[in-house]
């Protein structure tokens, strides 16, 4: 199998108020073209920022980013980005929010009306996959937070897109919303058949819909271990309770906060208690 | 914006539900009146316009009470009827149509100046960078010389005639103009930048598709805002340095003593002040309706 993103000895570093701060230390890490792949880790690890230089959206220090096996300059067509929130375009209506990139030169037709037919069949048909066909015609503002993600997911795959990069998507939904964007997620991206690099900070999120979730460890920012997620490929809720998820999903909290070198000694506040 | 509202039906609903059906009118007349007056409560569009009227109504009876009592002399303090009166010979001997026409010709032509020269260097102030710190320094260092002092030296530039006038309307809305067209530029998210980055957006594409309408809002408030301070400067270089238009017509009051064209005039520039604010709501109201509450 080719891989569809390969990441090569990236460092990363921003200034911070005393200095120089590393955020990614010679990260590396492939992922394969039909993958869904999550990526954890506790505040600061630098899972943002690597997907943002996978995006083309921050540069890295150092390394090479390859997809599809070319080295990457700069945002392109071939990576959808969904954001966490904000990224719609509010003065658009829903339709016209999905079909925003027909209004970049990116876009060339060689038969505009055949063409831009194609594309507003394609746009109905992924609004109506996202379940939001009713609001075509509303704006992002009269849309509650998971609907407006859902166009947001619509508009990324409108491109067709091989790989779609995803930051925190639905970090701002609550957690009934979560569970069922993130159903949404895996039923869109086994018919789309693409590439998923996914960002959270939800091990449990992570677990449900990666194939494959890497943990990184913060200070500075590097790959710590890579996890196989050992159910299959079509998920469903009762996996969530499932004892060898449950397990997992121990082993992997555990393991970051071991990452942090934060381990709480819970008898230490029974004794607080005792004392007072 | 959906979820103010329903705050304000939740709190409209509660007390109805404890008041019940056995709750006398007197009762129900009581509590609708201590909501009025909850901390950030809410009035009906009626209770607004009824407040409002008050509070327009009030002075307006004070100064006619000030009037007819004789505590202040007619000669510094004419009643309403004696302004109103004078307004009607302004407006039927004494030229009010063309002192009008002037002043509304100067503040747009210098309004439109300042906003065609300030639009193009706030959108790219607020874009990029080094626009930013090639051109806010200096604008904020510039903002901070009034206005009003610039009057000698564009009369010394531009002479005594309409050039001067509009040249003092630049100087006192344009760099302000600048410098909060940049902010509301910069205001726009990040996110709404990246989107369009990753969907293959050039940096001219996404200037004029993605920045420029979604800052549109705010750059029309800041229109409305600074159009304002447009009056304030015409007025002022009206009194200072000219023969024609609102502001003159008041100096030249001020010198014949009469105070009732000086209260007419300050209530017409108040109006025509009034006028325009709600026009731009108007416009900012059609212009962008996804901004309505739903």
């Avoid at chain 2, 407040?51 to 006619?64: E, K, R």
């Avoid at chain 2, 009592?69 to 302004?83: H, S, T």
């Avoid at chain 2, 910069?186 to 420029?212: C, S």
Wanted: with cysteine.
């Amino acid at each position: 199998m080719t891989n569809a993103i390969e990441i090569k000895g990236v460092f990363k570093s921003f200034d911070g108020k005393r200095g120089r701060n590393l955020v990614l230390d010679d990260v590396s890490l492939s992922i394969a073209a039909g993958t869904f792949v999550t990526i954890v880790g506790a505040s600061g690890c630098g899972k943002s920022t690597l997907l943002r230089i996978v995006a083309g959206l921050e540069s890295a220090d150092g390394g090479i980013v390859l997809v599809g096996g070319k080295e990457i300059a700069g945002p392109g067509v071939d990576r959808a980005m969904v954001f966490q929130d904000y990224s719609l375009f509010p003065w658009l209506t829903v339709a016209q929010n999905v079909l925003f990139s027909r209004r970049l030169s990116a876009n060339k037709y060689d038969n505009l009306a055949l063409e831009r037919d194609a594309e507003e069949k394609r746009a109905a048909s992924l609004i109506s996959l996202v379940g939001l066909s009713a609001s075509q015609d509303l704006y992002p503002s009269q849309l509650s937070g998971g609907m407006r993600q859902r166009i947001a997911i619509a508009r990324a795959l409108m491109s067709k897109p091989s790989i779609i990069l995803m930051d925190e998507p639905f970090g701002a939904l609550d957690a009934q919303t979560r569970e069922v964007m993130q159903d949404l997620v895996l039923d869109v991206v086994e018919q789309e058949g693409t590439t998923i690099m996914f960002v959270t900070h939800d091990v449990e999120e992570a677990l449900y819909l990666g194939t494959q979730v890497v943990l990184m460890s913060p200070h500075p920012g590097r790959i710590d271990t890579i996890y196989d997620v050992p159910l299959p490929k079509k998920r469903d809720e009762q996996m969530r309770i499932d004892p060898q998820f449950l397990q997992l999903k121990r082993t992997v909290m555990e393991r970051i906060r071991d990452t942090v070198g934060l381990s709480l000694d819970r008898s230490a506040v029974g004794s607080i208690e005792a004392g007072a | 914006m959906s979820v103010s509202t329903t705050r304000a039906i939740w709190m409209d609903a509660s007390p109805l539900k404890l008041d019940g059906p056995q709750a006398t009118k007197a009762a129900r007349e009581q509590s609708r009146a201590k909501r009025q007056w909850r901390l950030r409560g809410t009035l009906t569009s009626r209770q607004y316009a009824l407040y409002a009227f008050l509070g327009v109504a009030t002075p307006i009876l004070l100064w006619a009470f000030v009037n007819e009592a004789g505590i202040v002399p007619k000669m510094f303090m004419p009643g309403p009827l004696d302004v109103l009166k004078r307004f009607w010979s302004w407006i039927a001997n004494e030229g009010f149509a063309g002192d009008l026409t002037i002043s509304v010709q100067r503040v747009s032509l210098g309004f439109l100046a300042s906003l065609i020269i300030a639009l193009p260097l706030g959108l790219v102030a607020g874009t990029f960078k080094p626009a930013e710190a090639f051109l806010e320094p200096a604008m904020d260092f510039i903002r901070y010389m009034p206005a009003v002092a610039f009057v000698p030296l564009m009369m010394l530039w531009c002479g005594v005639g309409e050039n001067s006038k509009i040249a003092i309307i630049f100087v006192g809305t344009f760099f302000q103009m600048v410098l909060m067209f940049a902010d509301d530029v910069r205001k726009v998210p990040m996110q709404q930048i990246e989107a369009a980055q990753t969907m293959g957006g050039t940096r001219r594409e996404i200037l004029y598709k993605v920045i420029f309408p979604s800052a549109a809002p705010a750059l029309l408030t800041t229109c409305r805002i600074t159009l304002g301070w447009a009056w304030t400067y015409l007025v002022v270089a009206e009194i200072v340095a000219a023969n024609s238009g609102l502001g003159y017509s008041v100096l030249k009051a001020q010198r014949f003593l009469q105070t009732d064209k000086i209260f007419a005039g300050l209530i017409v520039i108040g109006f025509l002040g009034l006028i325009q604010d709600q026009l731009l709501r108007a416009l900012h109201h059609a212009l962008f309706p996804y901004l309505r509450r739903q």
